[in-house]
Nanobody, 119 residues
Framework: VQLVDSGGGLVQPGGSLRLSCAAS????????MSWYRQAPGKGRELVAR????????NYADSVKGRFTISRDNAKNTVYLQMNSLKPEDTAVYYC?????????????WGQGTQVTVSS
């Protein structure tokens, strides 16, 4: 299993970025996917989650109305569109998948992509 995060960068307040997570090594369309973030000196927090077929999404209150999670099961990729970015959105963003076999559940993380919101 591999999750490869990309799309981070430096953006001014009010700007936009789109993060991507390319997945491989498992049946992507069978699993929900999530984005987490971790700001300096803070714990990792859930930002958004999307169901396996994309029909259901959930967001942290802090990003509702500004961020949109989506997925393309044909491309094995999950996205996070981030609009109206604020300095407090500065963090490393991680893609996450929880994958189950017959007997075990595994947690997989992307390598992270840095998002910095600053003027």
């Amino acid at each position: 299993v591999q999750l490869v995060d990309s799309g981070g960068g430096l953006v001014q307040p009010g700007g936009s970025l789109r993060l991507s997570c390319a997945a491989s090594g498992f049946t992507f369309s069978n699993y929900a996917m999530s984005w987490y973030r971790q700001a300096p000196g803070k714990g990792r927090e859930l930002v958004a989650r999307i169901s396996s077929d994309g029909s259901s999404t959930n967001y942290a209150d802090s990003v509702k109305g500004r961020f949109t999670i989506s997925r393309d099961n044909a491309k094995n990729t999950v996205y996070l569109q981030m609009n109206s970015l604020k300095p407090e959105d500065t963090a490393v963003y991680y893609c996450y998948a929880r994958i189950s076999s017959a007997t075990t559940t595994y947690n997989y993380w992307g390598q992270g992509t840095q998002v910095t919101v600053s003027s």
